[in-house]
């Protein structure tokens, strides 16, 4: 098996970037998931979910720097990472309520033109990363803005089936994965406990719940009429918890990966 690609998504739900190599550490791939768009007046996070627009937005990591924002009809915009002084908005996220760093006046006016919808930007410090379900986790262990894990894991052997089963080639962003595995059976990562990837050790926790994001096209952001791929997945990857697909995983460790890496299965 090896790492057949890597992706990045400095901003939540906006378009992925792929990766030849990428530090990765106890909150996952540096830089990932660290922007995220939320209601100007409740706080609360936005998504593909509700603004199907968003799979035209593009941040671009700019490190410390901050990111770019390019949206269709709009001049870029570079955003920095906000000073430390920097006023705070309590945010919400599913359960949690960080509280995250505003990105100033020129990001939201801009987002808020692009989407027609009042809304913020906000930059999660490090220092202020959530604490991982304690159910999947120990104390300490901690995730950026992702949904709740440091790192998505798929095969491309699962994948493929699904694109058989569907009865079309279906593109691996519509599930917004970090890490894509090849060389496996059809989810073998199901069954996965501990693989190593260089100097790293990464454990999957937790099967990924999807959603109706998976519907929309990564391209047009118009969602399928037939409601595929999640039909599908409905019909033979349901269980009690959602429609699953994919793995969390937890980090042990920090380094570098790099794609064309082997994967090597401990547990």
């Known amino acids: 098996m090896q790492l057949a690609a ?12 792929s990766l030849d190599r990428a530090w990765v550490d ?10 995220m768009l939320v209601e100007a007046d409740s706080g609360r996070f936005l998504t593909q979910r509700v603004l199907p ?23 870029d915009l570079d955003v920095p990472v906000p000073a ?18 505003d990105a100033g006046d020129a990001a939201a006016e801009w987002l808020s033109q692009w989407l027609g919808r009042a809304c913020r930007l906000v930059y999660l410090p490090p220092e202020r990363a959530r604490q991982v379900d304690l159910k999947y986790a120990e104390p300490g262990q901690r995730v950026a803005l992702a949904d709740g894990f440091p790192l998505l894991l798929i095969g491309q052997a699962s994948l493929d089936d699904l694109s058989a089963r569907v009865g079309r080639p279906l593109e691996m962003r519509r599930f917004r994965p970090n890490l894509v595995i090849a060389g496996s059976d059809p989810y073998a990562e199901d069954g996965w406990r501990r693989i190593r990837i260089g100097e790293l050790i990464l454990r999957p926790v937790k099967p990924c719940t999807r959603c109706i994001i998976t519907t929309l096209d990564p391209d047009s952001g118009e969602r399928s009429a037939d409601q595929e791929p999640l039909a599908t997945l409905a019909r033979y990857r349901k269980s009690d918890k959602g429609v699953m697909f994919g793995q969390n995983l937890l980090v042990d460790g920090q380094g570098w990966l790099e794609v064309g890496m082997p994967v090597e299965l401990l547990e």
Do not use: N
């Open 53 to 75: 627009q968003m799979t035209q937005l593009l941040a671009r990591w700019k490190a410390e720097q901050g990111v770019r924002l390019r949206a269709p009809g709009m001049p």
């Open 84 to 101: 430390e002084e920097a006023p705070l908005r309590r945010v919400s996220i599913w359960k949690d309520e960080p509280s995250a760093a």
């Open 6 to 17: 890597l992706y990045r998504y400095p901003l939540k739900s906006a378009i992925g970037e």
């Open 26 to 35: 106890g909150l996952g791939i540096r830089g990932d998931r660290r922007w």
